[in-house]
């Protein structure tokens, strides 16, 4: 028999006393300070391809950590609610989580675009010296990774591909260990999102959001008018 643990804090004590969830964060208010200085100040550049790129990439950051919230909320319910077996809930944990993997995937090819962007923008030097851990290969490929799998299986699926075994769709997992006390039982341990060979640690998941989420707050807080442009500097 299983006990299920629903920890998505890997530190979190190992027992079967109820769920221990990593805090979404919270991108609301860099987003509202972006829109508004956007609607009653201006856009943040006079190149429509930034502009497009940053809002593009606050949309996404903030639709990402709605959806990790909704995850989480749900994943909790799975085993808070002893009026059903918690199917639902873990169905819609499992849409959350994969929405949360596309848009994160989604906001890094943003920023990475608006930050390097060729006519080297004010907005874009004001975020050359921010350098979020989201951006480097590792991290950008395994979110990517993840984001792949997930839409490549549903077209497995639309072809009738998928072979005996192999996964329909992303689950949340983690390590399963012999109870300490209970004969015959086991603590499972929900700490990642996995996906055939593919695997997101929740932990890093909130960790990376945060991050996202402190660059939003750079470029919401953003004011053109006090930047010199290289051109003007040169």
């Known amino acids: 028999m299983v006990t299920p643990n629903l920890s998505l804090n890997p530190d979190a004590p190992r027992r079967a006393c109820g769920p221990s969830v990593v805090a ?41 950590v709605v959806e990790y919230g909704l995850a989480a909320s749900a994943l909790r319910q799975v085993w808070s609610d002893h009026t059903s077996i918690g199917l639902p809930a873990m169905h819609r944990a499992i849409a959350h989580f994969e929405a949360c993997v596309t848009d994160m995937h989604r906001a890094i090819s943003a920023y990475r675009r608006l930050r390097s962007h060729r006519d080297r923008d004010p907005l874009s030097v004001h975020l050359a010296d921010l350098k979020p851990s989201f951006l480097t290969a590792r991290v ?59 695997e997101l640690a929740f932990a890093d998941i909130a960790a990376w959001l945060e991050e996202m989420s402190n660059a939003a707050s750079r470029i919401g807080q953003f004011d053109p008018s006090k930047m010199q442009s290289p051109d003007a500097a040169a």
């Open 24 to 64: 979404p964060v919270s991108s609301r208010a860099a987003v509202s300070s972006y829109w508004l200085r956007y609607i009653f100040v201006g856009s943040p550049s006079q190149n429509r391809q930034i502009n497009a790129l940053a809002s593009t990439y606050m949309r996404l950051v903030e639709a990402a």
């Open 140 to 198: 950008a490929n395994q979110v990517r990774n993840m984001r792949d799998a997930i839409h490549h299986l549903e077209e497995k699926l639309n072809k009738g591909e998928v072979a005996e075994g192999q996964p329909i769709a992303v689950k949340p997992d983690g390590p399963e260990v012999p109870h300490p006390s209970e004969a015959g039982q086991t603590i499972k341990t929900f700490d990642r999102l996995v996906i055939g060979s593919h």
